[in-house]
């Protein structure tokens, strides 16, 4: 089925070690998002990336790091996992022709202890 | 900043009740999109309403855009225990390439 694949769906992390949130999509779509939710938080974007080659901070970019690695693949890495970064981590993509309409991808739920 | 305030963010009422939930900014939006997410999923979009004064319907929900496109609502009637989950809304403003989301609305409806 068309749609946001991410991966890994669990991880747990010690503080300080580094991992990478892989997510793709298959739709075509120009636009990618990273968000993060917490309890009470909402969802708060982490890093965006509006068309292949760019990539633009969100409001809670701390921490971490982006790549556009093609259309269809973006990915979030952590490169000192600190408990703060304890999330369930989202993948979105979008298009303009679809008026922004989100596809979310399943999530990543982290702990990091 | 741009801000969408959801009003309110917990409710729980029987099967059957209908229900109204508010989303409404200081911002103008382009568009304006529902969403509702279940535990352990991703948001799915539900809707998208572009138009000042706009109504869509989707079975027993109806959204409805605000004249001037700073707000919006989604209607349930006789809701439903499927009807349960978090919903969002998130509005798009002239020329931006992302979303603003409020902070959700936790609906339960209790059998």
């Known amino acids: 089925n068309a749609g946001v694949t991410q991966t890994p769906k669990f991880q747990v992390l010690k503080t300080g070690q580094s991992m990478t949130l892989q997510c793709a999509q298959d739709m075509n779509h120009n636009s990618m998002y990273w968000y993060r939710q917490d309890p009470g938080m909402g969802l708060r974007l982490i890093y965006y990336s509006a068309s292949e080659g760019t990539t633009d901070k969100g409001e809670v970019p701390n921490g971490y790091n982006v790549s556009r690695l093609n259309k269809r693949e973006f990915s979030l890495r952590l490169e000192s996992a600190a408990p703060s970064q304890t999330s369930v981590y989202f993948c979105?993509?979008?298009?303009?022709?679809?008026?922004?309409?989100?596809?979310f991808g399943s999530g990543t739920r982290l702990t990091v202890v | 900043t741009q801000l969408l305030e959801q009003s309110p963010q917990f409710l729980s009422i029987q099967e059957g009740e209908n229900l109204t939930v508010y989303c409404n900014s200081s911002s103008v939006f382009s568009s304006l999109q529902w969403y509702r997410q279940e535990p352990g999923e991703g948001p799915v979009l539900l809707v998208t309403?572009?138009?000042?004064?706009e109504v869509k319907k989707l079975k027993r929900l109806t959204f409805q855009f605000g004249d001037a496109r700073k707000d919006s609502s989604l209607h349930i009637t006789a809701a439903q225990p499927g009807d349960t989950g978090l919903y969002l809304c998130a509005g798009k403003t002239q020329g931006a390439q992302k979303l603003v989301f409020g902070q959700g609305t936790r609906l339960t409806i209790n059998p």
């Open positions: 309403v572009v138009t000042g004064g």
């Open positions: 979105a993509s979008a298009s303009v022709a679809v008026n922004y309409g989100y596809t």
